[in-house]
């Protein structure tokens, strides 16, 4: 039961959020993005391609494989004048040579089966001293435990099966720093970063989130019985917490440089 990029219901699970302000700051660290060029592979609804205009870059093109989330992301940049959108393949974009300053490949990899491809083509797109920047989680990233701020933790404790399922399509990070290595990347550094997913006022605002599977692709995977489970025992976990609730994803980030 994996999600369907190219469905409609989907257009507005991966979008209608904002950008945790220490994400951009960690991006910043590493590139000065103002009036660069700059490639968000794999966009998804436009969120970090809106947050790039916004942090000055000259221009962003965002591309996705779904045109469902393309529409979205259209739709969510509207106002930003520097963005623009094609549709592709991230692994074949049929993009012309070394073109973009930046790359951000941001919750792709573990959708893609042939990384070194990826980061051949990331390598073809970059100008000379270009940068990636690439974020996804690793296993060890998804398996922590769950507790209030870390509600994902909890999925895998209620349901111990799901950890097959992201061992299957979860990265190692050491492989990824040796496919960027093959694929010609100096200075291949990696980190990791709690960022700021949402905030919910209450555990019933977290529980709307959840029913609704919002950004989840993992959620898919449950029929609506088990996300009634699921949600119970998240409830369950969270009874003690009354007030708001600061959830966070760890993620894994990489640089390299071309």
């Not at 050491?174 to 949402?198: I, M, P, Y």
């Given at each position: 039961?994996a999600?369907?990029f190219?469905?409609?219901?989907?257009?507005?699970?991966?979008?209608?959020?904002?950008?945790?302000?220490?994400?951009?700051?960690?991006?910043?660290?590493?590139?000065?993005?103002?009036g660069?060029?700059?490639?968000?592979?794999g966009c998804?609804?436009?969120?970090?391609?809106k947050?790039?205009?916004?942090?000055?870059?000259?221009?962003?093109?965002?591309?996705?494989?779904s045109?469902?989330?393309?529409?979205?992301?259209?739709k969510?940049?509207?106002?930003?004048?520097?963005?623009?959108?094609?549709?592709?393949d991230?692994?074949d974009?049929?993009?012309?040579n070394?073109?973009f300053?930046l790359?951000?490949?941001?919750?792709?990899?573990?959708?893609l089966?042939?990384?070194?491809?990826?980061?051949?083509e990331?390598?073809?797109?970059?100008?000379?001293?270009?940068?990636?920047f690439?974020q996804?989680?690793?296993?060890e990233?998804?398996?922590?435990?769950?507790?209030k701020?870390?509600?994902?933790?909890?999925f895998?404790?209620?349901?111990?099966?799901?950890?097959?399922?992201?061992r299957?399509?979860?990265?190692?990070?050491?492989?990824?720093?040796?496919?960027?290595?093959?694929?010609g990347?100096?200075e291949?550094?990696?980190?990791?970063?709690?960022?700021?997913?949402?905030?919910?006022?209450?555990?019933h605002?977290?529980?709307?989130?959840?029913?609704?599977?919002?950004?989840r692709?993992?959620?898919?995977?449950?029929?609506?019985?088990?996300?009634?489970?699921?949600?119970?025992?998240?409830k369950?976990?969270?009874?003690?917490f009354?007030?708001?609730?600061?959830e966070?994803?760890?993620?894994?980030?990489?640089?390299?440089?071309?």
């Amino acid at each position: 039961m994996a999600v369907d990029f190219h469905s409609k219901a989907i257009r507005l699970s991966y979008t209608n959020r904002d950008v945790d302000p220490l994400w951009e700051n960690l991006l910043l660290s590493h590139v000065d993005v103002e009036g660069k060029r700059v490639l968000d592979l794999g966009c998804g609804g436009g969120i970090y391609t809106k947050a790039l205009a916004q942090m000055g870059a000259r221009e962003i093109v965002g591309l996705d494989f779904s045109k469902e989330m393309l529409t979205t992301a259209r739709k969510y940049c509207e106002n930003e004048g520097n963005t623009s959108f094609v549709w592709g393949d991230a692994a074949d974009t049929g993009l012309e040579n070394e073109q973009f300053d930046l790359i951000l490949n941001r919750a792709v990899i573990h959708h893609l089966s042939d990384l070194p491809l990826l980061f051949e083509e990331m390598h073809r797109l970059l100008k000379p001293d270009g940068i990636a920047f690439i974020q996804d989680r690793t296993l060890e990233d998804c398996l922590l435990p769950g507790n209030k701020n870390h509600v994902r933790g909890y999925f895998f404790e209620a349901f111990p099966n799901l950890i097959s399922f992201e061992r299957d399509r979860r990265p190692l990070a050491n492989d990824v720093h040796q496919f960027l290595q093959d694929a010609g990347f100096t200075e291949v550094h990696s980190t990791v970063f709690w960022e700021t997913r949402k905030h919910y006022n209450s555990v019933h605002c977290l529980e709307e989130d959840l029913k609704a599977r919002t950004g989840r692709a993992i959620l898919h995977e449950l029929t609506d019985k088990e996300m009634d489970i699921l949600v119970g025992y998240i409830k369950k976990q969270l009874a003690y917490f009354a007030d708001s609730i600061h959830e966070k994803d760890r993620w894994t980030i990489w640089t390299a440089h071309k």
